[in-house]
């Protein structure tokens, strides 16, 4: 197989996408069979047939969200470049009809955000317009199959401010006959349960298998198997045409022992079809059991190159290497694992599989529906012998990344100039009020104040020199674009002050150090944006790399942070695209006060030359220590608008730093609080005073600028 590049579409959590269940199906502790016991009965077998009525292509896509509803998407209504999103059928209290505008991405998905309600749909007055702010679908049309992922969708029934995400699957183009869809099917899918309030109970169960459709609908499941006419635990069912085809077009209604078990969509292609599968089970109780499944009648050969969404991966001779797993796996054509199925399954056309043969033992089915689309189930990593949750989601290609030849002869530890527009960060979030302390500074040219000049100086400091010559900075003339329009002085650069960044896979650079100092560059108003230009410290060039070593190395070396502002873990994948306050990167408080405590609990260490001691993100591992137990620092408690609140933060937090034991490894460092640059002795007062109150009229203390900017910014 020859080399290529993944990266995991946004796994569904726990209600991922091909969401289905298998093993776990059989209701429970003792079930025997693939399917619950419990559901629905199909309607009398004794109706009249209803014909089938499906989508023949155009604007409408008819399908599943993997968390168990039913939903369509109308492409470009109510106008051009945007969608229409309806939740058709739901569990979880979703109804009614959103608007969201939509483009294609650098990537070649294409992305819709800014959903709104559709007034007179039937939108609930829970999903609020500030839920809706947050809401975002990525998907990519293939075939006349839509595939993405749908994220941050409120689930209305819990009521309890959990969210529902995971993948979209719908068609545009069904069939007119059920007997068009004879033939074999490989299946993945993965449901959950839930509780008669929409709360989820436990984990979720993922499998694969093997479905016989005949000529006149009826069919046979053999789960976690090749299908066999007398294959173990089978069991008979029927595809009929769903009675409602105005709200269901080309819908198919399945029935598994006489229990309908779900919606079917029929995605039809030239020599193949896939089937979309909305299932849903409930009980007595209220409580029930949902999720999603696809199903494809031909083998279709595993993208070539390409990657997903969510994490790197890199598939190449036969391995498959992802950036959140340190080993390789090595993939088989037409098997399967998981679930039951403790050992690799053969026989299963059309799947891909493999076992990382590590002590872990996490495993992956991939289903390719399409050259550029496949569906995975799989395994998480195990302990103590017990497999961790299942997972799912939708691998889809995207474009070859030309090759970027800007930086391709970067020298490790050499400075070279960079354009910032050229840097993406290694990090989902900044500390805004740091950045807005400066853009007051840099604003502040009123009277004889000279604190404007500041700007300049923190140029020439990061560019390893010392600070600018006062008398060469011209006010309206003197440019950060434009290095011939003021001096710096110093005439021995100093590498320590210096920023530092990778080159990674081909070509893209990736800033490691200086990500508040470079937005704040971004942002100044004196010649600021994409256009500045600053040497940087070359820590390595990775541009023959493919993505998943890349990340794997700068995991390893601690040069990347993988975590938002609330400690969810993110992927490489998702880090923001640019620096800059309006690019992506995310606010984060914590990181924003542990700028405030510098010189009052700790200070910067001297870079060290030690590569198991590097400070590249020392800010967030004192954070996470602080809001870890004993300390359990909670900003929340505190108003951050306010100087006083704010300023009992900063002394809270230093005098935590000052106490702790300096043996004491700090957050996830690997580093002691020495190490870390803890200061032992308590914090003087004045200094924290000093903060906000200022010295000089005309020097405001750093608090002062940050919370008179960003109340500049909430008046605009």
């Known amino acids: 197989m020859t080399n290529s590049h993944w990266t995991r579409a946004r796994m569904a959590g726990l209600v991922g996408l091909a969401a289905l269940s298998l093993a776990a199906c059989g209701g429970g502790s003792g079930g025997a069979g693939f399917f619950p016991a419990t559901g629905p009965v199909a309607g009398n077998a004794d109706a009249p047939p209803v014909a089938l009525q499906p989508l023949a292509g155009g604007a409408q896509y008819a399908g599943t969200a993997s968390f168990g509803d039913t939903v369509s998407i109308t492409l470009d209504q109510p106008a051009t470049g945007q969608l229409t999103l309806r939740f058709v059928d739901s569990r979880f209290g979703l109804a009614g009809a959103l608007s969201a505008s939509y483009a294609t991405q650098a990537d070649g998905s294409l992305l819709a955000t800014k959903f709104a309600a559709i007034a007179g749909t039937g939108v609930p007055d829970a999903l609020t317009t500030a839920a809706l702010s947050k809401l975002s679908l990525r998907f990519q049309l293939e075939g006349g199959l839509l595939s993405g992922s749908l994220a941050q969708v409120p689930n209305l029934k819990a009521a309890d401010g959990s969210l529902l995400q995971g993948e979209v699957a719908a068609s545009n183009q069904g069939v007119a006959d059920v007997a068009r869809l004879a033939g074999v099917y490989s299946f993945v899918k993965r449901t959950a349960a839930y509780n008669a309030k929409g709360v989820m109970q436990g984990g979720a169960d993922a499998a694969f298998g ?82 999603t499944w696809v199903l494809q009648s031909a083998a279709v050969a595993l993208p070539a190159t390409g990657r997903t969404q969510r994490n790197f991966v890199s598939v190449g001779a036969s391995l498959l290497q992802t950036d959140t797993i340190d080993t390789d796996v090595k993939l088989g054509a037409n098997a399967a694992i998981g679930g039951a199925a403790t050992a690799i399954v053969s026989g299963m056309n059309g799947l891909v599989a493999g076992q990382w043969s590590d002590n872990q033992k996490a495993a992956r089915v991939l289903l390719p529906v399409g050259k550029q689309t496949a569906y995975y189930i799989g395994t998480g990593a195990s302990t103590g012998g017990t497999a961790s949750t299942n997972i799912s989601g939708v691998c889809r290609v995207l474009p070859v990344q030309p090759v970027i030849n800007t930086y391709a002869a970067a020298a490790v530890d050499v400075p070279l100039a960079i354009r910032i527009g050229d840097a993406r960060p290694t990090q989902p979030a900044i500390g805004y009020d740091q950045v807005y302390y400066k853009q007051a500074r840099y604003r502040n040219n009123g009277g004889t104040s000279k604190e404007w000049k500041k700007e300049f100086d923190d140029f020439c400091e990061a560019s390893g020199l010392t600070d600018s010559k006062g ?14 329009t ?88 998702e880090l923001p695209q640019q620096l800059g306050l309006s690019n992506g990167l995310q606010d984060d408080p914590y990181r924003a006060l542990l700028y405030f405590t510098r010189d009052l609990g700790y200070t910067p260490p001297t870079n060290s030359t030690d590569p198991t001691k590097s400070t590249e993100f020392l800010e967030f591992y004192w954070s996470e220590w602080l809001q870890a137990s004993p300390q359990n620092l909670t900003l929340s408690a505190y108003k951050l608008t306010d100087a006083t609140s704010y300023m009992q933060a900063i002394g809270t937090a230093s005098a935590l730093m000052n106490r702790v034991d300096p043996a004491t490894l700090i957050g996830s460092s690997g580093m002691t609080a020495t190490d870390m640059g803890q200061i032992t002795k308590p914090y003087d007062p004045a200094a924290l005073t000093a903060l906000y109150v200022a010295v000089d009229p005309l020097k405001p203390g750093k608090l002062a600028y940050a919370l008179s900017y960003r109340a500049l910014l909430a008046a605009k």
């Open 210 to 291: 093997q479905l016989s459709i005949k000529a006149d609908g009826s069919v046979r499941a053999c789960v976690g198997q090749a299908y066999a006419d007398n294959c173990s635990a089978g069991q008979p069912g029927k595809l009929v045409a769903e009675a409602d085809q105005k709200t269901y077009p080309g819908a198919l209604a399945l029935t598994i022992d006489g229990q309908r078990i779900g919606r079917v969509m029929v995605n039809a292609q030239s020599g193949a079809a896939t089937l979309l599968a909305d299932e849903f089970t409930s009980a007595a109780d209220g409580s029930f059991r949902t999720g």
């Open 471 to 484: 008398s060469t900075v011209i006010a309206g003339t003197s440019k950060l674009t434009d290095t011939t």
């Open 486 to 573: 003021f001096t710096c002085s110093g005439k021995t650069v100093d590498k320590s002050t210096m920023k530092s960044a990778v080159v990674g896979p081909r070509g893209v650079l990736y800033l490691t150090d200086g990500h508040h100092t470079l937005t704040s560059f971004w942002d100044a108003p004196d010649g600021g944006g994409a256009e500045v230009k600053i040497p940087v410290v070359m820590k390595g060039n990775f541009m023959t790399q493919n993505n998943a070593t890349f990340w794997r190395g700068m995991r390893k070396n601690k040069t990347v942070w993988l975590r938002l502002p609330d400690g969810r873990a993110i992927t490489p994948a």
